[in-house]
């Protein structure tokens, strides 16, 4: 019998076999170096690609098996620590490696047993890919997460995408493989060529925790580098406002259509990080809300049907140049929101979707795992794994990025087991609609995030009345810093959107939402869903002639900025863009040469320094001390009066919602004294007609309306004015 075939006998038959045929799923306990007892060892390697092989120090030969395994026995203290094998291939090339299986896993148990728990938040340093040094040896450590595999291994440009010479071990019940690679580095691609378990049938995946994906559409992971970046927002997370209290005025951007270059191309981060912060000093804005820059493959989802949820976007650049955008904005004094989507994601078949071959990430029965109006999977929220992967997400970007919060995507499709499902659903164990495993992992989503990092938001898109959604998870709430309030904002667009004639009969649309305006920590949207899919421009949903548009948008903004509530507009609106919004598109910049749309722009920044410099208008957005109807009935004039307060001083709000001037219009106010315009939407500089109280009024020892004294002013038609007392516009820098 040859030493050959003596040192195949020491090998299990159903190993030699399972090695051959690319389905062993424990590769270490074969491969690379074993003792054999009195002082000797012995190296196996399997290289299906070589014809002969020798290791590099010694230059001792290793015996073929003829199917690709290489062996070498010999004293243990002539092996090298740590060694390399040199082989010839079929071409007659040569090559050298350092073998993998010489460096055992090391992912730490109690790490696995956390993530397996659903108590891993963190999971980003365990999972992925990994280039660090070894005893020395440069290379890259892959693991992954996939139980119902039978075998998984990293393929790559590194290895001819040949998943016979790179499988991975797995560790135990846990269902993650790991394998670390030697001489793999920063910028290799690679995937996870995975066969399942029963069936046998092989695929490749996208690395789930990966940190950078080619350009798309292409589908491969990119092992990247660690991240060197240095900060230069300093003490930045330890100076967030207090955004209870704070005025947040939020800019929505998505970057691919915000501003292109020259030639039509996307901008990068680092091109867009100083245009933004110009540009939003130049209009106001406290904050700027990035959709989605998590990789994504199809571009008409703008981001919103994410396949990488640890990989900033390559459509714009690198991760460190994510991170400059984010500092640099944070050195201008502008906060940071990032759209993240967590309730739903793509079908397709190198990504999440049947990830091990078989619903991992998502549900199994599909009346639970499907969107089929969207053509997505929903996230398994009761699956321990899942949570881990989801929560670890949101502290990555929050942590390694500093953004200042994340808006959470269609909450409400989350939390409802029917939701755009019909009758096709499944209820809970108690018979109900409610998705309970989602509301506890919402729950603990919020508790991680508040309590790791300090300061940060979570901001619920929720379009239904779910009570307490910016409650305590301690009282029973969710624990989201913020929701939108859809209700305000559709009411007051169907509302805006009627002839002046009809409104009269409509008055209620816009005085319902301040009944639940303080049972919610609300922000009110105008946002990218308002002017898409056939719903126009917010200026062309606008009744009237061309001024009648502009009058209404202003009066719009007026509406926004003075009712409770923090506030956010979508890019385009605030110079009034003509025409819906396109993701392929830029923004018609050149609309600001026109005298009506600067105007709009115009009046949009002094909305928003007014709401910056006066606590009367942020102080109490969520608290009903802040607010005060002085009248809300007058819907035969279709006018409304209301007081903005910060406990100490008031400001006046009027809004006309008809294209008829009110002149000596009696408002009560609740002091006496002089008052000045601090605003009028129809000012001259904003393209209206001028109409006003520019000399100021004296307040009349006149009871009206519930208050003291009263006013007698002109209201612009289509209009808003916002009042001072004297005393309080001079310190405002109002003369």
Known sequence: MSLSSIKQLELASDDLLHLREARHCA??????????????????????????????????????????????????????????????????????????????????????????????????????????AREGVEG?????????????????????????????????SSGVWELFVPGVGPGALYKYEIRHGESGTVFLRADPFARQFESPPQPASVVASPSGYRWGDGDWPDRRPDWQQAPIAIYEVHLGSWQRGEAGELLDYRQLAQRLVDYLHRTGFTHVQLMPVTEYPFDGSWGYQCTGYFAATVRHGNEEDLRYLVDCLHQHGIGVYMDWVPGHFPKDDQALALFDGTPLYE???????????????VFNFGRNEVRSFLVSSALYWLEQFHFDGLRVDAVASMLYLDYGREDDWVPNRHGGNENLEAIQFLQELNTVTHRECPGTVTIAEESTAWPQVTRPVWVGGLGFSMKWNMGWMNDTLAYLEKEPVHR??????????????????????????????????????????????????????????????KKLLFMGDEFGANQEWDHDANLDWDLLGYPEHAGLLKAVADLNRLYLHCSELHRYDFQRQGFEWIDCHDAAQSLLCFRRCDGENSLIVVLNFTPV???????????????????????????????????????????????????????????????????????????
């Open 363 to 377: 549900h199994q029965d599909a009346r639970m795992g499907e969107h089929k109006e969207w053509g997505t999977l």
């Open 661 to 735: 001037p009110r002149h000596g219009y009696r408002v009560g106010v609740p002091e006496p004294g002089l008052y000045l315009e601090m605003f009028n939407s129809d000012s001259r500089f904003y393209g209206g007609s001028d109409l006003g109280n520019g000399q100021g009024l004296q307040a009349e020892q006149q009871p009206w309306m519930n208050q003291p004294c009263s006013l007698a002013l002109d209201v612009p038609p289509l209009g808003g004015v916002i009042l001072a007392r004297n005393s309080r516009a001079k310190l405002l820098g109002k003369d």
């Open 140 to 172: 890259t450590r892959f693991a992954v997460w996939a139980p119902n595999a039978g075998r998984v291994s990293v393929v790559g440009d590194f290895n001819a995408w040949d998943g016979r010479r790179h499988p991975m071990s797995c560790r135990g």
């Open 27 to 132: 590769p270490h306990k074969i491969l690379g170096p074993h003792p054999q007892g009195k002082g000797r060892a012995v190296v196996r390697v399997f290289l299906p690609q070589a014809v002969k092989a020798w290791l590099e120090e010694s230059g001792a030969g290793m015996e073929s098996d003829g199917s690709g395994l290489f062996t070498w026995t010999g004293a243990a203290n002539e092996l090298p620590t740590p060694y390399s094998v040199r082989y010839r291939d079929e071409q007659g090339t040569e090559h050298l490696q350092q073998d993998p299986y010489a460096f055992g896993p090391d992912i730490d148990n109690a790490a696995l047993q956390n993530f397996s728990e659903g108590r891993h938040h963190r999971a980003w340093q365990m999972l992925g890919s990994h280039p660090y």
């Open 504 to 565: 009269h009969y409509h008055h209620d649309a816009i005085t319902f939402a301040i009944y639940y305006a303080f049972d919610e920590n609300f922000i009110l949207p105008l946002s990218h869903d308002e002017v898409v899919h056939g719903k126009r421009s917010l200026l062309s949903k606008m009744p009237g002639d061309r001024w009648q548009q502009f009058a209404n948008l202003r009066l719009l903004y007026t509406c926004m900025y003075t009712f409770p509530g």
